[in-house]
């Protein structure tokens, strides 16, 4: 399983664990991409980023290395820094665009499903025949 950024502020937002839904669907090994770090890390420090959103990122940055850094006995998340490729010059859309690329490319490579809220690359996964998990009435992950 891939997880995209936005799914990482989906425990701030919703307050739905996401490595327990996870879990519950058969997944016990998390895979986030470098890019995806990198992006939230961004994302956290935004200066104009305020209130739920700046919340949210935080949440989902400290939970994802308390998973990463503690053993939980649930579920394994690793960091790969595979096939980066991300443009350090990038503006923001295309920044995002180029770690979409690069979750497709994972996926395929990998045969790994994707966890994300983000609907146009949710169309790119399905088009290429991944299987996507999302957030499904704001309580609990669901496959698609």
Same mark, same amino acid.
């Given at each position: 399983?891939?997880?995209?950024?936005?799914?990482?502020?989906?425990?701030?937002? #919703?307050?739905?664990?996401? #490595?327990?839904? !996870?879990?519950?669907?058969? *997944?016990?090994?998390?895979?986030?991409? /470098? @890019?995806?770090?990198?992006?939230?890390?961004?994302?956290?420090?935004?200066?104009?980023?305020?209130?739920?959103?700046?919340?949210?990122?935080?949440?989902?940055?400290? !939970?994802?290395?308390? *998973?990463?850094? &503690?053993?939980?006995?649930?579920?394994?998340?690793?960091?790969?820094?595979? &096939? &980066?490729?991300? /443009?350090?010059?990038?503006?923001?859309?295309?920044?995002?665009?180029?770690?979409?690329?690069?979750?497709?490319?994972?996926?395929? $490579?990998?045969? @790994?499903?994707?966890?994300?809220?983000? /609907?146009? !690359?949710?169309?790119?996964?399905?088009? @290429?025949?991944?299987?996507?998990? *999302? !957030?499904?009435? $704001?309580?609990?992950? &669901?496959?698609?």
């Amino acid at each position: 399983m891939i997880v995209d950024t936005n799914a990482l502020l989906i425990p701030g937002e #919703f307050g739905v664990d996401i #490595f327990e839904e !996870l879990e519950r669907l058969g *997944y016990g090994h998390i895979i986030v991409p /470098e @890019a995806v770090l990198s992006e939230l890390d961004r994302l956290r420090r935004r200066p104009n980023l305020k209130g739920k959103e700046k919340r949210a990122a935080n949440i989902g940055h400290s !939970l994802l290395l308390k *998973y990463v850094y &503690e053993e939980q006995g649930r579920c394994m998340v690793t960091i790969n820094k595979e &096939e &980066e490729g991300e /443009e350090e010059e990038s503006g923001g859309r295309e920044r995002e665009r180029d770690v979409d690329e690069l979750i497709i490319r994972m996926a395929l $490579k990998l045969k @790994a499903a994707v966890l994300t809220s983000d /609907e146009p !690359l949710r169309m790119k996964l399905s088009k @290429a025949g991944i299987a996507t998990v *999302y !957030l499904r009435g $704001k309580s609990r992950l &669901e496959e698609k």
